[in-house]
Every structure is written in C-alpha cells, then in structure tokens.
C-alpha cells in the first residue's frame, strides 16, 4: 500500500506511467508506521528493504505481506521529489517560550533552493532536537552549504523590541536569542548522512532576522585546526 502526500489516490495510474515515461527519475517511498513519523522525516531508511519504487519498476518482495510506504509527489509529471530529513538542536536563550518561523536555503553541487519555510509545529522552550521533513522538487546535487534565517513576526517584535528598550544601545545583549548547534540532514535517495555546523563557531547565537551560514561540519574542523596551527 503506497501512501502519498499531496497527491490524490485516483491518481495512482498516472504515477505508474510517470514511471514508464521518465525512466531515470523513479519516485522512492518509505516502510513508515504513519503520517506524523514520516512528516518528522524519521523513516527515510532503506536499511533491510524499507524503501521501494514506485511504479513499474517496483522491486518484487518475495513474502507478499502488505507494507505501507509513504512519499511525496510533485503536483504534475514527473512526480519524483527528493525527500530529507533536517534534524536541528536548538537551545532557547530567552526566559520565554518562542514559536519563530524560519526559512532555509539549500546549496547544492547542482542547483540553489531558496527560503524553503520551516516551521517547527512548537514552542521552543529549551534544549531540545526537532526533526522534519523537507522535499524538493529539483536534484540539487550533494548539499554542500545552509543558510538558516529566522524571519520577524510581529508577536516577537514586539517582545524584542521591549529587550532592546531594557537593554542600553549599542550593547549585545548576552542571553537573547537561539543558539543553533548542528543541523543533521538525511538525505532519502541517496541515504547520504551529513551534519553542519556554523561557518562563524564564535557566535552561535540566532537573533530575529538574521540569517546563518552551515558549512559541513568536517570541512570547518579543517578551517579551525588551520588557525590552531
């Protein structure tokens, strides 16, 4: 049993010949127990047969057991998207619960996503790891750099303001925003694992409308072992 988002069940005959007339761009979908783990971005594993194609070229399972697979389709042929998961540590600074809204840019070896919006379904209050689901409809390429913003909303303008009013001016206030660690992505086609980490490690600090910068994290070790030497 496949299971779609955003992409009506009547419609299955038509994914089955996208898969005919786009041979090179077969859809994946993902062993999943239901919707609310797979919007999390948690079962795209295709360890001991957990994913499968959609389609003609569907790998033939030898029990004949029902599973229920879960993936994302375009609007229109093709079909295909490229599912990832985003895993994003925050800590919040602010002695208040906050439930900001973010954009993402992805930069790839192929392609540019811009202001992907990201919306964590919460308050954040402390330490804690939120995992989601992200697809796109275009092949970027291997994810080589992220740009994280944290756009204004007016609720928290309002309370920021009040900060900088309480705070004098022209100082940085020291406990006001998010810290952003590592941001961990898994990328479902590929089943590539990639962690980033912030391309300035001096300032981890998130503040509204500010955008940073994440460099894999294996590529920064590099930059601060190069200026420890």
């Known amino acids: 049993i496949f299971q779609t988002i955003k992409c009506a069940h009547e ?5 089955f010949i996208d898969s005919l007339l ?3 761009m077969q859809s994946t979908a993902y062993l999943c127990d239901n919707m609310d783990r797979f919007s999390q971005g948690l079962c795209l594993s295709c360890r001991k047969g957990r994913c499968n194609t959609l389609g003609y070229h569907i790998r033939q399972e030898r029990h004949s057991k029902s599973k229920r697979l879960f993936l994302v389709t375009r609007a229109q042929s093709p079909f295909k998207v490229y599912h990832y998961q985003f895993k994003i540590q925050f800590i919040n600074q602010i002695e208040k619960p906050v439930e900001p809204t ?19 379904g919460e308050r954040i209050t402390s330490n804690k790891t939120y995992s989601f689901l992200i697809t796109l409809d275009l092949d970027i390429g291997k994810l080589v750099m992220i740009k994280f913003k944290w756009e204004n ?9 009040t900060i900088q009013t309480i705070i004098p001016w022209g100082t940085q206030p020291h406990h006001s925003g998010l810290v952003l660690k590592t941001i961990r992505v898994k990328a479902g ?3 590539q694992r990639m962690a980033f ?21 294996e590529v920064n070790s590099k930059k601060l072992k190069q200026k420890i030497r």
Not at 102 to 117: A, C, D, N, V, W
Not at 153 to 161: H, L
Not at 197 to 217: A, G, H, I, R, W
Request: some cysteine; glycine content about 2%.
């Open 153 to 161: 909303s007016a609720v928290w303008a309002n309370i920021w303001n």
């Open 22 to 24: 786009h041979d090179s």
């Open 102 to 120: 973010f954009t993402m840019s992805l930069l790839g070896t192929k392609e540019e996503m811009q202001k992907i919006p990201i919306t964590v």
């Open 11 to 15: 419609r299955s005959v038509h994914l």
């Open 189 to 191: 086609e590929t089943q």
């Open 197 to 217: 980490c912030s391309e300035n490690m001096d300032d981890l600090q998130l503040l509204p409308t500010q955008e940073k910068v994440f460099v894999k994290c």
